[in-house]
């Protein structure tokens, strides 16, 4: 049985970095995305993780940043990773709508992810114009997306920043 509850720093954040290492290996700190994470805080109450058996096999993380010249905050959801064990049966698409769901409940706007379109489009995710958004480095803009959570993803553009 696979239990999804919201991420308890105290007793989860090991667990959720050998999973991250476990899937993405020890490369993912070197992607840009992760400029936008050092330094961060997650968002313990509208992350998600899974678990099994007492084991660590799936986790959305949820971040708070900023958007443009107005900082207008918004949520840049991930790395969502799964244990290979557990691969191929939606259950990364399932963390994360509940986290999308949680983030909606607790009022943030509109959220960001880098992924795959196909995948993340099921849960209601839109690709953006190459030059909507600046990172902090280089990112392959056809793999990030939007989506309206409590208000709308429409006026987000601009530099992308930690809060």
């Given at each position: 049985?696979?239990?999804?509850?919201?991420?308890?720093?105290?007793?989860?954040?090991?667990?959720?970095?050998?999973?991250?290492?476990?899937?993405?290996?020890?490369?993912?700190?070197?992607?840009?995305?992760?400029?936008?994470?050092?330094?961060?805080?997650?968002?313990p109450?509208?992350?998600?993780?899974?678990?099994?058996?007492?084991?660590?096999?799936?986790?959305?993380?949820?971040?708070?940043?900023?958007?443009g010249?107005?900082?207008?905050?918004?949520?840049?959801?991930?790395?969502?990773?799964?244990?290979?064990?557990?691969?191929?049966?939606?259950?990364?698409?399932?963390?994360?709508?509940?986290?999308?769901?949680?983030?909606?409940?607790?009022?943030?706007?509109?959220?960001?992810?880098?992924?795959?379109?196909?995948?993340?489009?099921?849960?209601?995710?839109?690709?953006?114009a190459?030059d909507?958004?600046?990172?902090?480095?280089?990112?392959?803009?056809?793999?990030v997306?939007?989506?309206?959570?409590?208000?709308?993803?429409?006026?987000?553009?601009g530099?992308?920043?930690?809060?």
């Amino acid at each position: 049985m696979i239990e999804i509850i919201p991420e308890s720093p105290d007793k989860h954040a090991a667990a959720i970095e050998a999973l991250y290492d476990r899937t993405f290996g020890p490369g993912h700190f070197a992607k840009t995305a992760e400029r936008l994470r050092e330094g961060n805080a997650s968002l313990p109450e509208v992350t998600r993780v899974a678990v099994s058996d007492g084991k660590m096999v799936g986790v959305c993380r949820v971040w708070s940043i900023f958007v443009g010249a107005d900082r207008t905050p918004a949520v840049f959801i991930g790395p969502v990773a799964v244990s290979p064990d557990f691969q191929g049966q939606r259950l990364g698409l399932t963390i994360t709508g509940e986290s999308l769901e949680a983030a909606t409940k607790a009022g943030w706007g509109a959220a960001i992810i880098i992924g795959s379109r196909t995948y993340f489009g099921e849960l209601g995710f839109t690709p953006v114009a190459p030059d909507r958004f600046t990172f902090p480095g280089p990112q392959d803009m056809a793999r990030v997306m939007v989506r309206d959570l409590a208000g709308s993803a429409d006026a987000l553009s601009g530099a992308l920043s930690a809060i």
